[in-house]
T-cell receptor, first 114, second 112 residues
Framework: KQEVTQIPAALSVPEGENLVLNCSFTDSAIYNLQWFRQDPGKGLTSLLLIQSSQREQTSGRLNASLDKSSGRSTLYIAASQPGDSATYLC?????????????FGKGTKLSVIP | KAGVTQTPRYLIKTRGQQVTLSCSPI?????VSWYQQTPGQGLQFLFEYFSETQRNKGNFPGRFSGRQFSNSRSEMNVSTLELGDSALYLC???????????FGPGTRLTVT
């Protein structure tokens, strides 16, 4: 059974800092990994999708990497802003038949202090 | 292109009642998945539909059911509500090609 862990559970940084969020998964047989952002009481916003054959993806100030063999992914946020404050969730999709669902970590709650 | 929509956004029900939640996927998306989010358990997969067929089901009791219509809209039903069913229910859709899932705003269900 796939398990996804995100460390730390919460993180507080001053505005302008670069930061890294970590995600690990137990089964390396994944199809892809997706990073999401969730604002309080809201749905999930997709940030980056990395296919299992890729090593990294970039979008603006965000860069996500994937090391499938070690079961790890990181989300790098450059020059953090107060608007980046949210919960960041990592999710993996399995590669076997019938593995269409996403398995989520519990998230990292990020607070960027002005 | 409009995003995933879910109705209603908020619901308050009492124990023992049943509830139906609705999800309209992004136009052209044929797959809809449902997830339950609670503070203790996080996001958990309920079921997934593709072209009106349930392809996968999570580890939830039979009180949780769903269906998908020919226009790809989906509904989920929870019968005999329990206090523990209070949660944010999220629906996601994808086009079956990129495997990137897009989520709706959720339905907040409170059971009293």
């Amino acid at each position: 059974k796939q398990e996804v862990t995100q460390i730390p559970a919460a993180l507080s940084v001053p505005e302008g800092e670069n930061l890294v969020l970590n995600c690990s998964f137990t089964d390396s047989a994944i199809y892809n990994l997706q990073w999401f952002r969730q604002d309080p009481g809201k749905g999930l916003t997709s940030l980056l999708l990395i296919q299992s054959s890729q090593r990294e993806q970039t979008s603006g100030r965000l860069n996500a990497s994937l090391d499938k063999s070690s079961g790890r992914s990181t989300l790098y946020i450059a020059a953090s802003q107060p608007g980046d404050s949210a919960t960041y969730l990592c999710a993996v999709r399995g590669s076997g038949a019938g593995s269409y669902q996403l398995t989520f970590g519990k998230g990292t709650k990020l607070s960027v202090i002005p | 292109k409009a995003g995933v929509t879910q109705t209603p956004r908020y619901l308050i029900k009492t124990r023992g009642q049943q509830v139906t939640l609705s999800c309209s996927p992004i136009s052209g998306h044929r797959s809809v998945s449902w997830y339950q989010q609670t503070p203790g358990q996080g996001l958990q997969f309920l079921f997934e539909y593709f072209s009106e067929t349930q392809r996968n089901k999570g580890n939830f009791p039979g009180r949780f059911s769903g269906r998908q219509f020919s226009n790809s809209r989906s509904e989920m039903n929870v019968s005999t509500l329990e206090l523990g069913d209070s949660a944010l229910y999220l629906c996601a859709s994808w086009d079956g090609h990129s495997y990137e899932q897009y989520f709706g705003p959720g339905t907040r269900l409170t059971v009293t």
